[in-house]
Each structure stands twice: as C-alpha cells, then as structure tokens.
C-alpha cells in the first residue's frame, strides 16, 4: 500500500509540474471592480491607501500628474492635482504614492477596474474638476476578486465630503453555489462510474463508496473553493488538490480493502488509486477551464 500511495503521489506532483514552473508573476492577480453611482460631472478615481507622502517620491508623483492627460488618456478630463499633498487619517493616493501600479481601467460608463493587486484596504476618492471631493468611508475587500457599488445618489457633490454615501460588495453567492455543487457532484458522480466499470453491484458497495466521498470529497472542495473565492486561485487550488487527494487516497485505500468487501482487496485498492487519479483530473481540468474563463 505505502509504494502505491508513493507512486500515485508521484505522479500527481509530475502532472502539475510545469504549472509551478512558469514565472511567479503569471498567476492571476487580486481585482476590484467598482461601479460608481450617483454622479452625473467628471470626475477622477483613485484609491487612498494607508501610507504616507514620502518626499522622495513626491517630485516622481508631481511629473506623474504633469504628464497624466498624456499617459494614455489616464487623466481624461483635468489633472487632479489636489491628490499630490492630500491625506486623510493616514490614507494617501495610491496612484502616486503606492509601490506597486495601482491603475484603474474603465469597463463602462462609472464602471472601473484595479487589475493588479490593489490594496484590500483603501478609501475611495473622486476628485471633481471644480477642486472639490468626496470620499468613502474605510474599505476593506474580502474576495480575491471583488466587485463594489459606491453610491452617492443622496450625497451633495458642490462641497467636499469624507466618507460619504455607501459602499457595498457583491457576493456572488449563486456563481459560488454552483462552482462548489458541480466540483462535488462531477468528483462522485466519475468515481461512482470507475465503481461500476470495477464490476461493484451491491447496494452496499455503492452506499460506502458514495459516503466516503461525501466526507472527502466535501471536505477537499471546501478547502479547494476558499482558495479560488479568497486567497490564491489557480496556484494554490493545485497546491490544495495536490495534498487533498494525496490523503483521501490514504483514506479511501484504508476503507476500502477494509470494508469493500464485494470483490478481492487487490481490486479494492486499484480501484480507489484509479478513482481518486481520475477525481485529481477532473479537479485539475475544472481548475483550468475556471482559470480560462475568469481570468
């Protein structure tokens, strides 16, 4: 049992190498989406993040907003100027004076993207061509990628606000729903399948394997969905996947020659490396084909 299990992990670490050995920078990144509502005059966005005006880099930011209406049209209005010098309770502008490019890119008319890891806390700001603002209270992001509704339809725009109107974040609890039902059901329904190719007919073959799956199985797409909702798409759904089946294989090797008693234990334990490499498969492709089509 130990060199099957040996062989088997061996393998499913061999199947996902080259994923881990691209360039750390080609994983998808953190986002924020944020649709702006209630405004009808130009403006422009920026997240505030929690920082400080370093003189060193304030003359870099004062050349970045002299050159801004140039910079592909980033400043397409006015030059906010009022960003160079602004702080408030400790936030500073993150276009100018974050580490990392924190740029945003219009999706739709009030709708903006931050593609590239922006900060997970911040305070929005919109600067209006007359010199006045308004900004939001504190945000602090859940989701790895998130998507926000910053409403100021009750909000007077004519004088300077801070934390003013609403910011709420969309959970997308029925994309959610379905992604975690679909990675459960294909993962039990294929070794539901590779049990009757095996030649299992008993009821009580068929309620142990499907028992043991709903804890496993669960359990490791529970793990697997925290990653793609939360933390580290793609990258770490492998990482997750790599280790979860290489214990449920454990698992499954135990109960089955233990208590999958239709046919010999040999058949048994082929049976639960062949279904639990096909299980790895599908979580693979569903973590590819997601990948795809999100990022």
Known sequence: MRKT??????????MTVPFFTVSA???????ITIDIRGVDQPYFLDLLFPGEIDEFWRDYAETRLEECLDDFGYCSDFIPWLLLDFEEDGYVSSWLYRGRPTY???????VYAYTYVPPREFKIIMVFEDGTYVTSPVVVTRLFQTRLVYDLTDVDLATDFTAAGTVTELVPVAGMTTDFLLRVILTIGIEILILFAFGYRLKSSYRLVILTNVVTQVTLTIFMFVMHWWYAPFFGEIFV????????LAIELYVYIKWLKEQSKRRASVYAVVANLASFLIGLILIIVSFGLVF
């Open 5 to 14: 299990m040996l062989l088997v992990a061996v393998m499913l670490v061999a």
């Open 25 to 31: 920078d080609i994983g998808p990144k953190s986002g």
């Open 104 to 110: 945003h890119r219009q999706l739709d008319d009030h």
């Open 241 to 248: 996947l790599i280790i979860g089946e290489i214990f449920i």
